[in-house]
């Protein structure tokens, strides 16, 4: 291997600060050697550039290698483990030749590593020797993140061990300075670049962890020993089983059905038409108040999140409060759907709903609660109301918003995965299939929270060979819908992209121009300490856009657990004054007061006064919308399952024509069967 040293970009860096980064250059050299022989980008050492092989990309040996790998039609395993390993080499990359612009400091991070990479060996082994000896072990500190121990290291043999112990400190103590280094020398920027270069720096230091390999995971060893082998051979039925099925296995399905455990709370279907089902749901006390609620769930779910077991059902809560609750249900699309346009969503969605609820009630508004981009949709429909006639404003009483994003200047990690190019890649997508696969945003939400929805059930399917946990939130993650072509393209260039709901005037929807700052009712708000998708300061700026008075609430854990959290799982909130007597987020929580329990207590005391007095329970349905079916419905239960006939039809049909448009049509078929 030629001296590093003398490589372009290289000239002058001392070998000792390039010895740092051997493993790297002996990676570089394997590749070089194993996968065609690389030059170097035109221009970057004087010489013109040799020609390219098929198939390579133009950069270097790993980005060719990486580039192959994520093109190759074989890549099953990347609908498992949807990690972009090109964009992790490039990131690597970057952070490589940042740190060689700047030879003395990377020097100086070195030594530094070195140092306490020596301090850290001598300690483990210093222990493991006290420990022998049986005399008194030096007392260690804590110090893991917020307090918590790491979970993925909780078994026994890291620290009783002196292998893996010294292996799961080498670990943590490189991921901290390669997560440092990306911080310390991005030069104070914040760029669309900089946050995904550290994102997918983040992915790599999680998917390195050495509990995620067999042969480092005590564990797994421990139970292939104690089963005699049968838990590799479950593992690799798990795997087989995941590589067919196109997908990562996060909970057990057998364990769940929508409607016998899930979604079971009483109620009836009383309005269908080709985008929703709205659900009226029978009442649990004597008396209930007189304004009911409707319910608008993202249309990228299913409504059931806030419906699930009994025990962590916000519907059956509220009904149990004295509240009147009606439901939207929304069709998972298909291809014929392909132009269905995101007004429809809104008139034929929460508009129709209010009308059918209004109807049955006899009420002279609803209380509207919108959760994630159900709540964005809400403030869209609010806003066009308001710019109609009284009579339609007064449709709506005071909303609530759960977790949802008005302004979308500031989306969290989420921006990663946004950008005008990835768009038109989404775009094209759809144009061939009419539809966003719900896979899609399956494996984006997945990627926000790697350890805990990928690793975690790479290590329990796979390497433990056990069968995924039965858990009702994970069995709704992974029950995901398809996304209508035109409506979701507007969705997501008019929202993430250009941001033009904070911009008056700038959305029309029949000729009415929409203003956030026209809403004057009082409004609920709820963000989550920890959400990965509505970061909670984004959730809090509504506060801001409107012209109403504005209750917002904290409420502890992430996107789905902080909201999902009935009183016997609630692990706190917080509340201030009105959100607008505050001039940002930060100054809010400054002066928000701690509760303990569930913000659902919050919810309610607040609602209760805004929805009018305590009547006698309307009957489920009427004359004009009687009831159709049992709750939860037809279109919840619409998922690739209820396809596979269709797609085995397909598959038989190409096969008899033997030709290659037939076996097209079939994986096509397949595909969209497939897609949750």
């Known amino acids: 291997m030629p001296d590093s040293g003398e490589k372009a970009g290289q000239k002058g860096v001392p070998n000792s600060v390039l010895a740092v980064f051997a493993p790297f250059e002996a990676w570089s050299e394997w590749l070089r050697n194993n996968m065609g022989n690389m030059t170097a980008s035109p221009g970057s050492n004087g010489e013109e550039a040799e020609a390219v092989p098929e198939g390579a990309t133009a950069s270097d040996s790993l980005m060719s290698a990486m580039q192959k790998l994520s093109d190759s039609p074989d890549n099953l395993m990347g609908n498992i483990i949807p990690i972009n390993w090109m964009e992790i080499s490039q990131a690597l990359q970057t952070l490589h030749e940042r740190q060689m612009s700047d030879p003395q400091r990377t020097m100086q991070v070195a030594t530094d590593y070195n140092r306490r990479l020596f301090e850290t060996t001598m300690k483990v082994w210093s222990d493991t020797a006290s420990r022998f000896s049986g005399l008194p072990r030096e007392e260690e500190e804590e110090e893991e993140e917020e307090g918590k121990p790491d979970k993925r290291f909780s078994d026994p043999e890291w620290e009783s061990n002196p292998y893996y112990k010294m292996l799961k400190e080498t670990y943590l103590l490189t991921s901290e300075y390669i997560l440092k280094e990306a ?70 399905s057998d364990a769940f059905e929508v409607g016998e455990n899930l979604a079971t709370t009483p109620g009836k279907v009383v309005y269908r038409n080709e985008l929703i089902e709205l659900i009226q749901y029978e009442p649990r006390t004597e008396r209930v108040y007189e304004v009911p609620i409707l319910f608008i769930p993202p249309w990228i779910n299913k409504y059931y999140i806030v419906d699930l077991s009994p025990e962590n059902s916000l519907v059956k809560y509220l009904l149990e409060q004295g509240f009147q609750m009606f439901m939207i249900s929304w069709k998972n699309p298909d291809a014929s759907m392909a132009e269905t346009k995101f007004e429809d969503y809104m008139t034929l969605g929460p508009l129709e709903a209010v009308d059918v609820a209004l109807e049955i009630t006899g009420a002279d508004r609803v209380n509207p609660v919108g959760y994630c981009i159900g709540g964005t949709l809400l403030a869209i429909m609010m806003a066009y109301l308001a710019a109609g006639d009284d009579e339609e404003r007064r ?4 909303p609530t918003f759960m977790v949802s994003l008005q302004d979308f200047s500031e989306v969290g990690e989420l921006s990663v995965f946004i950008d005008e190019p990835q768009v038109e890649f989404m775009e094209m997508q759809m144009m061939e299939r009419g539809y966003l696969g719900g896979r899609n945003l399956y494996n984006v939400f997945n990627l926000l929270r790697s350890n805990d929805l990928i690793w975690a059930n790479v290590i329990n399917n796979y390497l433990l060979g056990q069968k995924p946990p039965a858990f009702d939130m994970l069995y709704w993650n992974s029950d995901s819908m398809r996304q209508a072509r035109d409506a979701m393209s507007w969705y997501i260039r008019n929202t993430y992209l250009e941001n033009n709901l904070v ?174």
């Open 183 to 252: 911080e310390e020398t991005d030069d104070g920027q914040d760029t669309e670049e900089e946050k995904r270069l550290k994102f997918h720096l983040k992915l790599f230091v999680e998917a390195m962890a050495p509990v995620n390999f067999f042969l480092t995971n005590p564990a797994a060893i421990k139970r292939a020993i104690d089963t005699r082998g049968m838990s590799l051979a479950d593992g690799a039925r798990n795997l087989a089983s995941d590589l067919e099925e196109g997908r990562l296995s996060m909970v057990d």
């Open 395 to 398: 449709k709506l009483g005071p």
């Open 503 to 676: 911009k008056p005037g700038k959305i029309e929807f029949n000729g009415r121009p929409l203003d956030l700052g026209e809403i004057t009712d009082d409004i609920y708000a709820v963000g989550a300490e920890k959400d990965h998708i509505v970061p909670w300061r984004s959730a809090w700026q509504i506060s801001k856009l409107t012209s109403a008075n504005t209750h917002f609430t904290l409420a502890a854990g992430g996107h789905i657990a902080g909201m999902i959290a009935p009183p016997q799982k609630g692990k706190g909130y917080w509340t201030s004054e009105e959100a607008i007597s505050y001039k940002t987020a930060e100054e809010w929580r400054e002066n928000a007061e701690e509760h303990e329990g569930t913000w659902w207590y919050d919810f309610t005391e607040w609602l209760a006064p805004r929805s009018g007095e305590q009547v006698e329970p309307p009957q489920v349905g009427s004359e004009k919308y009687p009831p159709i079916e049992d709750a939860p419905g037809t279109y919840v239960r619409e998922t690739h399952a209820t396809e596979a006939k269709a797609v085995s039809l397909a598959e038989q049909e190409g096969a008899r024509a033997g030709s290659q448009v037939g076996r097209q049509g079939a994986e096509f078929a397949k595909e969209g069967a497939r897609a949750p």
